[in-house]
């Protein structure tokens, strides 16, 4: 059965702080792995990482795919209190669905 | 900008209710998705749809029933609610048939079954 498991599953930082957040995928078949930011509500799609696009920026988030460790990383430079968020990576492999992990809790304390 | 909107933000229901949950996207994509968060479990998909009239078990559709009679609406059904579904509902879609389509979410209704 395919898996996805994040870590940590919680972390607290201060603002200004750099946070990496872990991502392993046991899947068959692997085509794309998805980031996705949820605040109080509908999950955001943050990135998706492919065989052919390994590595994806947009502002202070950056994400990198490494396939022979079979893991994924998110980082966050400079953190403000506005990342916090639960934080979710997903399998995109498998017939039209996503297999998510159980999300990393992000808290910024000013 | 793809929107996808769910019928009610709360919903509050008693044991034994038939409850019908809505979804609408705008944005004609051949897939939609229900799932349920709960903490510390994660996002659990419980049916999804490819077409009109489509449907398929996602990994806990116990409980529950679908029906998508047009493409742009994916109804989610719980016969009978029971206390254990009290749950927060997220509706999702993608585009065409493709195995790793980003997924677009609705707002979410957080159902609570008393």
């Known amino acids: 059965e395919d898996k996805v498991v994040q870590s940590p599953l919680s972390l607290v930082v201060h603002e200004g702080d750099t946070v990496t957040l872990n991502c392993s995928y046991e899947v068959t078949n692997f085509r794309s792995l998805l980031w996705y930011k949820q605040e109080k509500k509908a999950p955001t799609f943050l990135f998706m990482l492919?065989?052919?696009?390994i590595e994806k920026k947009s502002g202070r988030l950056s994400s990198i795919l490494d396939k022979k460790e079979l893991s994924s990383i998110l980082n966050i430079t400079a953190t403000q209190t506005g990342d916090s968020a639960i934080y979710l990576c997903a399998d995109g492999g498998s017939n039209y669905k996503l297999t998510f992990g159980k999300g990393t809790l992000l808290t910024v304390n000013p | 900008d793809v929107k996808v909107t769910q019928s009610s933000r709360y919903l509050v229901k008693r044991t034994g209710e038939k409850v019908f949950l809505e979804c609408v996207q705008d944005m004609d994509h051949e897939n939609m998705f229900w799932y349920r968060q709960d903490p510390g479990l994660g996002l659990r998909l419980i049916y999804f749809?490819?077409?009109?009239?489509?449907?398929e078990k996602g990994d806990i559709p116990e409980g529950y029933s679908v029906s998508r009679e047009k493409k742009e609406r994916f109804s989610l059904i719980l016969e009978s609610a029971s206390t254990n579904q009290t749950s927060m509902y997220l509706c999702a879609s993608s585009l065409g048939r493709r195995p790793y389509g980003v997924q677009f979410f609705g707002p979410g209704t957080r159902l609570t079954v008393l």
């Open positions: 492919t065989s052919s696009g």
């Open positions: 749809s490819y077409d009109v009239k489509m449907k």
